[in-house]
């Protein structure tokens, strides 16, 4: 079945280290998307890429990077640059054209 | 994108059908009404989209006013799955939405929805 697969599910980072969030889809879609939740919060964009070799920053990129070499892949990594890395991320992705999108089952980052 | 009003939890039984509420007063004629919905430790799940008309699918309903200030998702009948944070996004999906159709999807808190057996 095609979907968006998000490693690891839960993931533990020491301050002051940088860490990466893998993001794969097998959907074909060419739209990748980063979004952030704190608890009893909405999401919030950080970074988005409409095509392969091509990312944009989305409202809170400050203290994450992102990379987009193949259409499959989007990894997040959370630098030591953001102060409050503690968060459920959740990555999804959107065929161009479409409506609708679909969402990885998230990571979830604690900063110990 | 324009903002969303949503009550911040509804409660219903199973069986029975629910109308989940949502406000945008401040619509434009090119945003879409997007519902998603998210359980527990998940990623949001995509309910059901519309412009003008109502919309039908397998999930659920989507009923427009007339002026599109506001609509209603309705589950006609409400399973224990069902229980979520349902999500009324806008979302401006017009070819000529320009820097904006990059497709950014804008949450609000959501309704908590309770499904008791």
């Known amino acids: 079945d095609g979907g968006i697969t998000q490693s690891p599910k839960y993931l533990f980072r020491k301050e002051g280290q940088n860490v990466t969030l893998s993001c794969e889809q097998n959907?074909?879609?060419?739209?990748m998307y980063w979004y952030r939740q704190d608890p009893g919060q909405g999401l919030r964009l950080i970074y988005y890429s409409q095509i392969v070799n091509d990312f944009q920053k989305g409202d809170i990129a400050e203290g994450y990077s992102v990379s987009r070499e193949k259409k499959e892949s989007f990894p997040l990594t959370v630098t030591s640059a953001q102060k409050n890395p503690t968060a459920f991320y959740l990555c999804?992705?959107?065929?161009?054209?479409?409506?609708?999108?679909?969402f990885g089952s998230g990571t979830r980052l604690t900063v110990v | 994108d324009a903002k969303t009003t949503q009550p911040n939890s509804m409660e219903s039984n199973e069986e029975e059908p629910v109308h989940l509420p949502c406000n945008h007063s401040t619509i434009s004629g090119t945003d879409y009404i997007h519902w998603y919905r998210q359980l527990p430790s998940q990623g949001p799940e995509y309910v059901i989209h519309?412009?003008?008309s109502n919309v039908n699918n397998r999930m659920a309903s989507l009923a427009i006013a007339e002026d599109r200030k506001s609509s209603t998702l309705i589950l006609h009948r409400a399973t224990l799955r069902d229980a979520a944070v349902y999500y009324c996004i806008l979302r401006d999906d017009s070819p000529n939405a320009g820097g904006t159709s990059y497709g950014k999807l804008t949450f609000g808190q959501g309704t908590i929805l309770t499904v008791h057996p």
């Open positions: 999804a992705s959107r065929r161009t054209g479409g409506r609708g999108y679909t």
């Open positions: 959907l074909n879609h060419d739209a």
């Open positions: 519309g412009l003008t």
